[in-house]
């Protein structure tokens, strides 16, 4: 049986293109070859799936981790004041499949006339690109990683996304709108995606040595509290205003089900480091020394120091997308962002899984 064709794509450890004829009956082999392939690309695109279920699509993301059983965000996403409430909607058969996009779709997985929004940079950037800029010109809307960071709800290991339909290519331009004047010429509605590694391994060795012995707390239901907050316009964390929903206002939790993890995730088949935080919900730091930054504008401009450089343009692997498309990436390794803006009439169909993960993220202790 022939193996699996690896291309890998024109940014450094960012993306590849997988051939494979037989996406449904994968053998263990093949299976091996493309997890490699995921851990060494982390992400990558197996083009021409078009019929590809959303039985199947759970099949593949699940195979990566046996033992998880829920989406990624377990229920938290119904909660109605999370940010993430509006831009995903659940396949009733397979409740770890999303479905996102953009327009009226008429019917799709027994869901039947509904609309899907594209999330818009001017619904949580402190401010927007004028109107009339905006098919023009776009932002990276978050930067982030796919993970509930709450609760016993592990950071998911691959997130899959599958491209039913695809609006015709043009192209725009991705600002960043900070105090550099960098820009990005990007396909409409990509996904761009950054090496945490890369930007791990960007750090001076000062900062390399901060991050591997520090831990990120993130805030407790962190959508929740930062839905009331605005975000820096390159969509790499939050402005600090004070908008956050206060802590007493916050659903009931628990303490333990308050979130804290390693600054630094290695990953299982290389042993690469990469420096991976979500930016929007940190809220504490706990260093090596024992101090705690626990100033929410001090932990913002540690965190956004040291993840800014990796998000340069020359770092940011933009995929164009085009139908039939599936593709996999290492959510321990990568972060990613929506990025662009559509018209209503620019129908796009997509369809997201993760899966909570069965252990805790893999921080750098675990080097051996
Ligand atoms: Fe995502």
Request: with cysteine; glycine share 6%; charged share 20%.
């Amino acid at each position: 049986m022939p193996g699996l064709t690896v291309r890998p794509g024109p940014v450094s450890g960012m993306g590849a293109t997988i051939e494979t004829t037989n996406l449904d009956n994968l053998s263990d082999n093949d299976f091996q070859e493309l997890r490699e392939a995921l851990y060494r690309h982390n992400v990558i695109c197996i083009k021409q799936q078009k019929g590809f279920s959303s039985r199947a699509q759970a099949d593949l993301t699940r195979r990566f981790d046996p033992k998880a059983t829920s989406y990624g965000h377990g229920k938290t996403i119904d909660a109605k004041r999370s940010i993430l409430h509006p831009d995903l909607k659940t396949v009733p058969a397979h409740p770890e499949v999303q479905i996102i996009g953009n327009g009226h779709i008429a019917e799709y997985e027994g869901l039947h006339d509904f609309k899907l929004k594209h999330p818009h940079h001017r619904t949580f950037h402190k401010s927007a690109i004028p109107d009339e800029l905006d098919l023009d010109y776009t932002r990276f809307y978050r930067w982030h990683i796919d993970a509930a960071l709450f609760g016993s709800l592990n950071p998911p290991l691959v997130t899959s996304l599958f491209a039913e339909k695809v609006p015709a290519g043009r192209t725009q331009t991705a600002l960043y709108d900070d105090d550099s004047d960098q820009s990005l010429q990007v396909p409409l509605g990509t996904t761009a995606f950054v090496s945490s590694y890369t930007m791990f391994d960007l750090l001076s060795p000062a900062q390399k040595a901060f991050a591997l012995g520090t831990k990120v707390e993130y805030a407790p239901h962190p959508y929740v509290w930062i839905s009331t907050a605005k975000s820096r316009q390159n969509g790499l964390g939050m402005v600090s205003e004070g908008l956050e929903t206060p802590v007493s206002d916050l659903p009931a939790y628990e303490e333990s089900d308050v979130q804290i993890l390693p600054m630094v995730w290695q990953n299982p088949v290389t042993g690469q480091l990469a420096l991976q935080i979500h930016p929007s919900p940190v809220r504490k730091l706990y260093c090596a020394d024992g101090r705690v930054v626990d100033d929410l504008e001090e932990v913002r401009r540690i965190v956004y120091e040291l993840q800014r450089p990796g998000i340069a343009p020359e770092h940011v692997y933009a995929h164009d997308w085009e139908e039939g498309d599936l593709v996999l990436f290492n959510n321990h390794g990568v972060l990613h962002s929506v990025v662009g803006a559509f018209r209503e009439d620019e129908v796009r169909l997509f369809r997201q899984c993760n899966l909570a993960a069965s252990k805790p993220p893999m921080g750098p202790e675990a080097l051996a």
